[in-house]
């Protein structure tokens, strides 16, 4: 074998290989395994292994060093995955010197690791002076600690011959020796993909309060030692609605543990959350589009990985019908007619839907006058202004709306809200909103399907982000990342690998999580969370609904 030398940093990048006693079978980098056969067969041994501990080495196959850990469930069906990270050689040693090392450790002569490697005397002698002198140890035993506190035994080498470590010497069908527990490898490190909006899909001021909400959390998971000794790592990429797909591959590709994405628009979501499924990754969103949870619901075998954090946007329509009775019993609205007006975006809304909420409405007793489909990024809202003008409703309804879109309607319609309640959704939770806002913001009602109460929790939260962040958290969007992260770190808590991609999702079905931002339960239609009291009078497996009203800069609670 030729030497090798190896970079002085390593690369985050890792190669999963998966594998099940039912014989099913997930490769993240076909390439590298195929060039790599003895990794699959030390798998193949681990699925025969009667314990689970996990076992790491380093692998000189090829033209750089490998980190190899395999681990395996403790429970049924069995499932082995190995994991393959780039690695840094210890004190600059060469692929062949490690090598020596190992068979030093292993307790080989001279001789014997010249018959091993193939190699003359002189050879293997001179790669043992090399051992000792880059590492500065003086005995063979010194090698061998250093090889064991390290985990760095490395192969190939003659398995037969040496004295190992006892998980890999089974691994391997070698000799058996005793080694300290805290000296065993570590076990395989927990990752997050990221995915959040770039260039002109990042627009809505809710984006960075969701990245710095989930980096948060994470954060925290670190400080706290990881989750049930695991190491927490993330992998955070930007993609456009239309390269969504090819980022979640690629995140799948690399082996991550779940994905969380931030609110895209666009019905690639449903594709993009596809190409995680085939690992069984878990993908969490707070994205309310009513697609997204149907999707999962007709097609749970290609999307029974994905999860929604809340109820969606059809929810906001009957809290917008609730809100109206609730202002009106108390007497703090007097409607000047019983004719409402909807504006609902076009990319969430279809006739189906909107047929839906045209009988909610007459249901509760109101005539609706106007139904507009609304392009959110282009809407004529002046001509919009006008139509409603002559239609004079006494409220009038608006789908979620980015920032932006929402100014230039409430801009447009000065004159008409002196008579009439504009009441809209989500985006008002932003941070800073009513001082962006200014003026135009004032008796603009607003409600949300998922978003912060003032709890001690909550107060807690926000003290710990102004600390990293130096600003406000906002009432919704960095709170709900922030906990999906946390719904994540109790799954895989629960479950013995958090890999076990099976038996997380079983967790997140059906054990409620109680966070900053209420409780996710995931136990509505198409795995997504429920609202109370529209879909269940539970506050325990919900979320509240909470509508308010802005009044001279503030957010005023009116009911939940």
Not at 243 to 271: M, Q, S
Not at 338 to 364: D, G, H, I, P, Q
Not at 373 to 391: F, G, K, N, Y
């Amino acid at each position: 074998m030729a030497e090798q030398s190896f970079p002085a940093e390593s690369s985050p990048e890792r190669r999963i290989l998966e594998m099940t006693a039912a014989g099913r079978r997930y490769v993240s980098d076909a390439g590298f395994f195929a060039a790599r056969p003895h990794l699959e067969e030390i798998a193949q041994r681990a699925l025969a292994r009667t314990g689970c501990e996990p076992v790491g080495f380093l692998d000189v196959h090829g033209p750089a060093l490998v980190r190899i850990t395999v681990e395996s469930t403790s429970d049924l069906p069995r499932t082995v995955r190995l994991e393959a990270r780039p690695a840094m050689a210890p004190f600059g040693l060469t692929g062949r010197e490690l090598q020596v090392a190992t068979c030093m450790a292993g307790g080989l002569t001279t001789p014997e690791i010249a018959a091993a490697l193939g190699c003359s005397r002189r050879t293997a002698a001179t790669h043992a002076e090399h051992v000792l002198g880059k590492s500065g140890l003086r005995s063979r035993a010194a090698v061998a600690a250093m090889i064991t506190s390290l985990q760095a035994h490395t192969l190939p080498v003659p398995p037969e011959d040496l004295v190992l470590p006892p998980a890999l010497a089974e691994l391997l069908s070698a000799p058996v020796w005793a080694i300290p527990a805290r000296s065993r490898p570590a076990m395989q490190a927990i990752t997050v993909g990221l995915v959040y909006p770039t260039g002109a899909s990042a627009g809505g001021s809710d984006q960075r309060p969701m990245r710095q909400g989930a980096q948060l959390a994470l954060r925290e998971l670190e400080q706290r030692g990881g989750v049930a000794g695991r190491e927490v790592r993330s992998m955070a990429v930007e993609a456009t609605p239309e390269v969504l797909p090819e980022a979640v591959g690629t995140l799948a590709e690399a082996g991550v543990d779940a994905v969380l994405l931030g609110n895209f628009h666009g019905a690639t979501v449903p594709a993009a959350a596809a190409r995680a499924g085939g690992a069984g990754a878990p993908v969490v969103h707070s994205m309310v589009a009513p697609g997204l949870a149907a999707a999962v619901d007709r097609d749970p075998h290609a999307l029974g990985h994905v999860f929604q954090a809340c109820a969606d946007e059809t929810a906001y329509l009957y809290g917008f019908l609730r809100t109206l009775r609730t202002l009106e019993d108390s007497g703090a609205w007097c409607p000047h007619g019983r004719r409402l007006a909807l504006l609902l975006r076009r990319s969430t809304f279809n006739e189906m839907s909107a047929a839906r909420l045209t009988r909610a409405v007459e249901t509760a007793g109101w005539n609706l006058a106007m139904v507009e489909s609304v392009d959110e990024q282009h809407a004529p809202w002046e001509v919009i202004a006008r139509r409603l003008e002559d239609t004079n409703p006494a409220a009038v309804f608006l789908s979620i709306l980015p920032e932006q879109a929402l100014r230039e309607f409430l801009a447009a319609t000065v004159a008409l809200r002196t008579r009439t309640l504009a009441y809209t959704a989500w985006a008002p939770t932003a941070p800073g909103f009513t001082e962006r806002l200014g003026s135009l913001s004032q008796g603009l009602v607003w409600s949300t399907v998922v978003g912060v109460r003032e709890t001690p929790q909550a107060t807690a939260f926000a003290q710990r982000y102004r600390a990293a962040y130096g600003g406000d958290p906002g009432l919704g969007a960095a709170a709900v990342h922030y906990d999906l992260v946390r719904v994540l770190a109790a799954a895989w808590a629960s479950v013995d690998r958090p890999w076990n991609h099976r038996a997380v999702q079983e967790h997140l079905r059906t054990v409620p999580y109680r966070g900053v931002a209420g409780v996710y339960s995931f136990s509505g239609p198409g795995q997504r969370g429920l609202a109370c009291p529209d879909d269940t009078p539970d506050p325990s497996t919900a979320h509240h609904h909470l509508a308010y009203r802005i009044r001279d800069g503030r957010h005023h609670l009116i009911h939940d």
